[in-house]
């Protein structure tokens, strides 16, 4: 396939699943839409008028492989504001290809999305934010060896060369910081560090990314990040801390603990969402 066949080949994709999203939706098209990240699932059962879009009956959309990712497309409202919720994500280990981790955002953007929040479980480098808090994502760091945008640029995305100074909107943080301090939840700060995974990193990594400033180190986030910055997305992201980075702590990592911790945090991360959602929607 030509290089303008295989742009042409992704653009009507992924407009093709947006034609499939609205014309199968009566209600309000949303502004906002959030990407629930492993043990958060539980925020879908918050929505009023929801409609339930399973991932493998849209054209084209890739489907998570992964233990707590169910992979449904929410719309319906949040506190009365009309909301998306992408209840799962495929992720780089799964060996979904680049373009691939990037489809979802896309689709929001030209489904009407104009603010994308993130979420996701991660490992805090902060041993002052344990398990069950949350950080404010401010900046991120790409150690995740991919990147959607490598390739051919499709100008209807967006631009070849995109700057990421404000990728993580400063507005959409401060708004964040308020709901926090009016909720009186301690929502700590920092920078995510995106690795690929599926492990998780070792002692001397955390270390390292300790050392260069990191906050949380997760396997995710940044491709749709890149994404939907591109397509002029508003960018903000939320880490529940479900585990210390390797090292920090004597106990070895696991998936369930991750789980666990998450659907803690969750109750704290529902609350500030709402909030912010009905601020910005």
């Given at each position: 396939?030509?290089?303008d066949?295989?742009?042409?080949?992704?653009?009507?994709?992924?407009?093709?699943?947006?034609?499939?999203?609205?014309?199968?939706?009566a209600?309000?098209?949303p502004?906002?839409?959030?990407?629930?990240?492993?043990g958060l699932?539980?925020m879908?059962d918050?929505?009023?008028?929801?409609v339930r879009?399973?991932?493998?009956?849209?054209?084209n959309?890739?489907?998570p492989?992964?233990?707590?990712h169910s992979?449904?497309?929410?719309?319906?409202?949040?506190?009365?504001t009309?909301?998306?919720?992408?209840?799962g994500?495929v992720?780089?280990?799964?060996?979904?290809?680049?373009?691939?981790?990037?489809?979802?955002?896309?689709?929001?953007?030209?489904?009407?999305?104009?603010?994308?929040i993130?979420t996701?479980?991660?490992?805090?480098?902060?041993?002052?934010a344990?398990?069950?808090?949350?950080m404010?994502?401010?900046?991120?760091?790409n150690?995740?060896?991919?990147?959607?945008?490598?390739?051919?640029?499709?100008?209807?995305?967006?631009p070849?060369f995109?700057d990421?100074?404000?990728?993580?909107d400063?507005?959409?943080?401060?708004?964040l910081?308020?709901?926090?301090?009016?909720l009186?939840?301690n929502?700590f700060?920092g920078?995510?560090?995106?690795?690929?995974?599926?492990?998780?990193?070792?002692?001397?990594?955390i270390?390292?990314?300790?050392t260069?400033?990191?906050?949380?180190?997760?396997m995710?986030?940044?491709?749709?990040?890149l994404?939907?910055?591109?397509c002029?997305?508003?960018?903000c992201g939320?880490?529940?801390?479900?585990?210390?980075?390797a090292?920090?702590?004597?106990?070895?990592l696991?998936?369930e603990?991750v789980?666990?911790?998450?659907a803690?945090?969750?109750?704290?991360?529902?609350k500030l969402?709402?909030?912010?959602?009905?601020?910005?929607?």
């Amino acid at each position: 396939m030509s290089t303008d066949a295989t742009l042409n080949a992704t653009y009507e994709e992924v407009m093709d699943c947006a034609a499939f999203i609205k014309a199968n939706y009566a209600g309000e098209m949303p502004k906002v839409a959030l990407v629930l990240g492993s043990g958060l699932n539980q925020m879908a059962d918050e929505l009023t008028d929801a409609v339930r879009f399973p991932y493998h009956g849209l054209p084209n959309f890739p489907t998570p492989t992964v233990e707590g990712h169910s992979g449904v497309l929410h719309l319906g409202k949040l506190g009365g504001t009309p909301v998306a919720f992408l209840q799962g994500r495929v992720h780089g280990y799964e060996g979904q290809s680049e373009q691939k981790l990037a489809f979802a955002t896309r689709v929001m953007w030209a489904i009407g999305i104009e603010t994308l929040i993130l979420t996701n479980a991660a490992g805090s480098l902060n041993p002052e934010a344990g398990p069950g808090n949350l950080m404010l994502i401010t900046d991120h760091i790409n150690n995740m060896g991919l990147n959607p945008l490598v390739g051919p640029n499709d100008d209807r995305f967006g631009p070849r060369f995109k700057d990421m100074t404000y990728c993580w909107d400063p507005k959409h943080n401060d708004t964040l910081r308020a709901c926090a301090k009016g909720l009186d939840i301690n929502l700590f700060e920092g920078v995510y560090v995106g690795m690929r995974g599926p492990n998780f990193e070792t002692p001397a990594e955390i270390k390292m990314w300790q050392t260069l400033g990191g906050g949380a180190v997760g396997m995710s986030t940044i491709p749709e990040a890149l994404a939907g910055h591109h397509c002029g997305l508003r960018i903000c992201g939320i880490s529940t801390m479900t585990n210390y980075g390797a090292g920090i702590m004597p106990e070895e990592l696991n998936h369930e603990e991750v789980m666990e911790f998450g659907a803690i945090a969750a109750v704290n991360l529902a609350k500030l969402l709402t909030a912010f959602i009905n601020k910005v929607g």
